[in-house]
């Protein structure tokens, strides 16, 4: 037992961090910030090649800065102010004066931005020219994977990406269940930690203006009686989530607790929890292990879904993970557990990823809702059977049945959303965009 444990502490240690803004944006800067620490000279012109998926996810998702997105901004602003040290948090140090210079560039079209077709879905390389020569940085398969650094075209530091496998999916159900229940919980402080980041977000959310300002609408409509009270629980789970996406997609100076590469996905995962195990009042030590659950079975459908993709991943893994940990912590049993995913899965599994923007506040919020209902359901005892279209047996077999769908039946939707974005990005200043193969 004890590798198990020793597998699900270095799987939340290394896949529930920090993110400032969005994942997407933000790996787009740590390439550029890192390639300007190899580059000799004034900065003259930035290339960028991007996999389709990370050019959808990153074309309309804000900065760090209240009103500002785009590839070009991000990419010149981590060139330029960015902090290469500080992973995700790469724009943390970015000034208002950086972001006037930079807006500046990009209306000079100083970034190009390349479409490569066939590649890992995470995919960047940033090459940056200056008067005394170039540099270049790429990053694949994960946010802060450097494989390539050159100087001049001469490599410093090279390394094959091969992405393993994650321990967690070689576990059923059972298992896992086993692993939250009794695992020591000394080396799960952060997990607190990230739910009070999240909390943090929620509450900047309600208060200011960001977004589309989903959470405070949700709030104000429960206070004129159109919704029920934003003390019911779910009615609390949809505007806290809405409000902290609300906050962190629109340039809101806050980190987010982000899980598998996503801040939307860690907002998902930790929210609900947190607010079900306030309403129900459940004992602090079951709550920080339903945080633990929740996180655990987002990475570990994530793995069958893949880091970017088709289908929200808020919709398909956070929402898993919300589901299966809510109804543990109200002590349902494994059936129960695997009835309140089957439940999330028939709803859900269909909502497709359209890029990170301000509008993920309605998905995110839909997803964390509908996961939790999806676990009172099932307390009930109220279940889609297995017969039902991608519906498996278990959770396993039903995040293998929708990562079919999603591998194989939903490329030509990805595509098609591709080439939505691209029509309306590729005659405006956010870039000059080609196609590479």
């Not at 919980?185 to 999240?198: A, C, I, Q, R, T």
């Not at 208060?207 to 989903?214: A, Q, S």
Request: charge should be negative; proline fraction near 3%.
């Amino acid at each position: 037992m004890s590798d198990c444990y020793e597998d699900v502490i270095n799987v939340l240690k290394e896949q529930v961090r920090p993110a400032l803004g969005c994942t997407d944006p933000g790996v787009i800067a740590l390439a550029t910030a890192t390639a300007r620490k190899h580059l000799i000279g004034t900065l003259t012109k930035v290339q960028l090649t991007l996999s389709v998926n990370l050019y959808k996810n990153a074309s309309a998702a804000r900065i760090p800065w209240p009103g500002e997105f785009g590839i070009p901004l991000a990419a010149l602003l981590g060139a330029m102010s960015g902090d290469a040290e500080a992973g995700l948090e790469v724009l943390k140090s970015v000034a208002e004066q950086d972001v006037v210079t930079a807006k500046k560039m990009v209306k000079k079209n100083l970034v190009d931005i390349n479409v490569k077709q066939i590649c890992p879905d995470l995919f960047v390389e940033a090459q940056l020219f200056s008067d005394k020569g170039s540099a270049l940085v790429r990053i694949e398969d994960d946010y802060t994977n450097i494989t390539l650094i050159q100087e001049n075209s001469n490599t410093v530091f090279h390394q094959t990406s091969d992405p393993r496998e994650c321990p967690l999916k070689n576990y059923d159900i059972t298992q896992l269940n086993e692993i939250v229940s009794n695992i020591p919980l000394h080396d799960f402080d952060f997990l607190l930690k990230g739910l009070e980041m999240n909390k943090a977000l929620a509450s900047l959310g309600l208060e200011g203006h960001y977004g589309m300002g989903l959470g405070k609408t949700l709030k104000t409509l429960g206070q004129k009686g159109h919704l029920p009270s934003v003390h019911d629980p779910l009615t609390s789970v949809r505007m806290l989530t809405a409000a902290a996406v609300d906050a962190r997609m629109g340039g809101a100076d806050l980190p987010a607790m982000s899980t598998g590469g996503s801040g939307n996905q860690g907002i998902c995962a930790f929210l609900p929890i947190g607010i079900i195990a306030n309403y129900f009042q459940v004992e602090s030590e079951r709550e920080l292990r339903g945080l633990l659950y929740s996180n655990l079975l987002t990475i570990y459908a994530k793995e069958f879904i893949g880091r970017l993709g088709s289908a929200c991943g808020a919709a398909i893994c956070a929402g898993v993970g919300v589901a299966a940990a809510t109804t543990w912590m109200l002590g349902g049993t494994d059936k129960e557990i695997t009835a309140a995913v089957n439940n999330l899965a028939g709803n859900l599994s269909g909502m497709v990823c359209d890029g990170g923007k301000p509008g993920c506040a309605l998905k995110v919020s839909t997803c964390a809702s509908e996961a939790v209902l999806a676990a009172f359901l099932s307390l009930e005892g109220v279940e889609i059977e297995k017969s039902d279209g991608i519906i498996g047996g278990s959770i396993q077999e039903t995040l293998e049945n929708i990562a079919k769908v999603c591998y194989h039946g939903m490329l030509e939707a990805n595509s098609c959303i591709y080439r939505i974005i691209e029509d309306k990005m590729i005659h405006t200043e956010e870039g000059r965009i080609s196609a590479a193969t």
